[in-house]
Nanobody, 124 residues
């Protein structure tokens, strides 16, 4: 059984940085795309960033492009999201997701496994 556990969330000020991590266990195949989504109160789950199975291709939503960086370590079975220059609109619960995909998808239904989420709060 695949399990994803996020960590690294917290409360920060505008302009600060945070690094989220997602540890994957129980996965026997590394040919999987992974992504970060977020959900603010009263909104749907939004794609933030994704990375393909070998880490050579990444994609970002326009709102975070240039500020966030997704990376993965297949030896350690982890995926990370470095978030810089944080803004109040980045406040949300952030979820790690894994899908049986070779390539990144921006659609949440494409992903098969999800973590429990970690809260990120950015105050002005």
């Amino acid at each position: 059984q695949v399990r994803l556990v996020e960590s690294g969330g917290g409360s920060v000020q505008v302009g600060d940085s945070l690094r989220l991590s997602c540890a994957v266990s129980g996965d026997t195949s590394r040919h999987l795309a992974m992504a970060w989504f977020r959900q603010a109160p009263g909104t749907g789950r939004e794609f933030v960033a994704g990375i393909d199975w070998n880490g050579l291709y990444t994609d970002y939503t326009d709102a975070v492009r240039g500020r966030f960086t997704i990376s993965r370590d297949n030896n350690e079975n982890t995926v990370s999201l470095q978030m810089d220059s944080l803004k109040p609109e980045d406040t949300a619960v952030y979820y790690c997701a894994e899908g049986k995909l070779l390539h990144v998808s921006m659609t949440s239904t494409s992903y098969d496994y999800w973590g429990q989420g970690t809260q990120v709060t950015v105050s002005s």
